[in-house]
């Protein structure tokens, strides 16, 4: 069996404003619909000899992914839930502490990012095969892309002249890993024939990792097995969850698996791959996974483009037009709108950098945020007022809760409500409301087989998401 993990974090700040820190990269919508994460999850699902799967992420990301797994119908995964961010290093020794707390020492890992895009199936499932094998011979595996271009935003990975006498495909070894290069290297790579770029996908056995971690990076290994000691296991929404303290992640090393590991480890191979693959880290990396129409232009959404060329325009929730535009980039979004010349995509994520600097939220949340039991949008807010549309999953129920600085005024617009109200407990059907006072106790559920959706009208002098008080909740939050 190959156990999956998938790392699921980042913000993509270059593909602001449609990735948000608290809804990233990895489940923003492509062209077709469909999310990285989706596909990633999918991709992971059809190899062979699969065991179940397990993510690890942010802890405040815990639900947006708990839903997508369970709308992937993926059957018993399991989630790690990081408090903060600290690099692939530290997520991958949890990960293989974890799995080796639970199977034998020699199990088999298979590391993916969650926001890579891979097209060729079949060269995947090759790959993946071919590494397994050279795994469980004793090398630390990583996978070479193929280069078309002399790329200057991936590493690369320069492998040896030996080839390593592995069944099922090429496998050579690892003679170095080189950092992002300017453009005429890059171009010296790609016609050297030796160079891949790296894709930042691993596999190796659990015991051979952890006993590089505690040849090379010491320190971060006794961290991650006090951090694993001290864990909180949970079964929610249907799914084990495995929380971190922030106190142990204080003591964990900032630093990526390549910079801690990969780069001083003796037996380390590359299998070399045409798999189709992306890391779709700028916008025109998102144009290029559809075809463009007769101008060279992706349209998405309502678009009119008069005399345009070249240029990106998604607009999923209002009419945009663009009139005698070229190589533009316009994302449009319901609180934000991005407008940038293809030649400065990389520039975006300082968009996010100056967002963090004003204290503006818009680099953290999108106007509709997700909660575990639904989503709500803030509609409109001004000096002592917030309204939100309000949606409630089936079934679903909010915490029993209480705020100090504001009353609420509910509506219910579609379905049916079931309401707590200090000690009172009563059905609202559509078109009824109910008034809460501050102070009071109080909850909201769906008891009905539809989404529910309701107005909620905010009154007070304090209205951050921040004043609230939990007397009870279904989804282990504080």
Known sequence: MIYPFILSGGAGTRLWPASRQTFPKPFMPLMDGETLFDKTVSRVSQLPDIAPLTVITNESLRFITADALHASKINLPRLLLEPVGKNTAAAIALAALDLQARTSADAL??????????????????????????????????????????????????????????????????????????????????????????????????????????????????????????????????????EFS???????????????????????????????????????????????????????????????????????????????????????TPDALLIAHKDHAQDVREVVAELKQRGHESHL???????????????????????????????ATLSLQMHHHRSEHWIVVNGMARVTNGDKVFLLNTNESTFIPAGH??????????????????????LGEDDIVRAQDNYGRS
């Open 441 to 462: 106790m109080h909850r909201l559920e769906n008891p009905g087989v539809l989404n529910l959706v309701m107005i909620e009208v905010q009154s007070g002098d304090y």
């Open 109 to 242: 890992m298979l590391v993916l990012p969650a926001d890579h895009l891979i097209e060729n199936q079949s060269a995947f499932t090759q790959a993946v095969h071919t590494a397994a094998i050279t795994a469980r011979q004793g090398w630390l595996v990583t996978f070479g892309i193929e280069p078309k271009t002399p790329e200057t935003g991936f590493g690369y990975i320069e492998r040896a002249a030996d080839l390593l006498n592995t069944e099922g495909g090429a496998v050579y070894r690892v003679q170095k890993f080189v950092e992002k290069p300017d453009r005429q290297v890059a171009q010296t790579y790609l016609d050297s024939g030796r160079y891949f770029w790296n894709g930042g996908m691993f596999c190796f056995k659990a015991s051979q990792i952890l006993a590089e971690f505690e040849r090379y990076a010491p320190q971060l290994l006794i961290a991650c097995q006090a951090a694993v000691a001290h864990a909180k296991q949970m079964h929610v929404a249907g799914m084990d969850m495995v």
């Open 365 to 395: 949340l999108h106007q509709t945020v997700h909660r575990p039991w639904g989503t709500y949008t803030v509609l409109e807010e001004g000096e002592r007022f917030k309204m939100k549309r309000i949606e409630v999953k089936p079934g």
């Open 246 to 332: 922030p106190e142990d992640f204080e003591r964990m090393a900032d630093i990526s698996i390549d910079y801690a590991i990969m780069e001083h480890a003796e037996r380390v191979a590359v299998v070399p791959s045409d798999m189709g693959w992306s890391d779709i880290g700028s916008w025109p990396a998102v144009a290029q996974t559809v075809p463009a129409d007769a101008n060279g232009n992706v349209l998405d959404g309502e678009v009119i483009a008069i005399k345009t060329h070249n240029c990106l325009v998604r607009s999923p929730h209002r009419l945009t037009a663009t009139v005698g535009v070229d190589d533009l980039i316009i994302i449009d």
